[in-house]
T-cell receptor, first 108, second 114 residues
């Protein structure tokens, strides 16, 4: 089983709609979690950190479910500029474990 | 926020040549930098951890003689792909960790080996 798993998508989302997707992790001892956004052929950029049950920043909400070992990212009122790949990152066993990313495509 | 600069952003080279990629932390000192490789539609794969003033720690399966890492100062780490072959073509990304533990990524370098 991979350390971090994500649905690769793509999630095709009409502009203005809400989209949510999950990331599962295998190390139950992980304490912090990160969502990064990566545009095509660009470097990942930190979107949100999650240290407790969840975090909210504007249209973005991350929630942590420790019992089921997953974190979710919800994007409300999707904008065209939200189209990107969202990487889930979990520090595990002293290393950063990256998911393969979930692609989101927001359409007009 | 902190900025990490990576250069070159794109390089094309002939098989058998060596290519050096630089990673610089522009406004902070980074005792630790990381080098990743990313294949299309795949996750970032950690290649090695670069510590200033000491030898890099390579991940299992990464050839240290092929991917030479030098972290000569607190703001610069270099990755040299030696005797590059087409299978080395990939997107290479560095990241640098601040003293507060935050991680910032370079812009990435796309290597194409002909």
């Amino acid at each position: 089983r991979k350390e971090v798993e994500q649905d690769p998508g793509p999630f095709n989302v009409p502009e203005g709609a809400t989209v949510a997707f999950n990331c599962t992790y295998s190390n139950s001892a992980s304490q912090s979690f990160f969502w990064y956004r990566q545009d095509c052929r660009k470097e990942p950029k930190l979107l949100m950190s999650v240290y407790s049950s969840g975090n909210e920043d504007g249209r973005f909400t991350a929630q942590l479910n420790r019992a089921s070992q997953y974190i979710s990212l919800l994007i409300r009122d999707s904008k065209l500029s939200d189209s990107a790949t969202y990487l889930c990152v979990v520090p595990s066993w002293g290393k950063l474990q990256f998911g393969a990313g979930t692609q989101v495509v927001v359409t007009p | 926020g902190a900025v990490v600069s990576q250069h070159p952003s794109r390089v094309i080279c002939k098989s058998g040549t060596s290519v050096k990629i630089e990673c610089r932390s522009l406004d902070f000192q980074a005792t630790t930098m990381f080098w990743y490789r990313q294949f299309p539609k795949k996750s970032l794969m950690l290649m090695a951890t670069s510590n200033e003033g000491s030898k890099a720690t390579y991940e299992q399966g990464v050839e240290k003689d092929k991917f030479l890492i030098n972290h000569a100062s607190l703001t610069l780490s270099t990755l040299t792909v030696t005797s590059a072959h087409p299978e080395d073509s990939s997107f290479y990304i560095c990241s640098a960790r601040t003293s507060a533990g935050e991680l910032f990524f370079g812009e990435g370098s796309r290597l194409t080996v002909l």
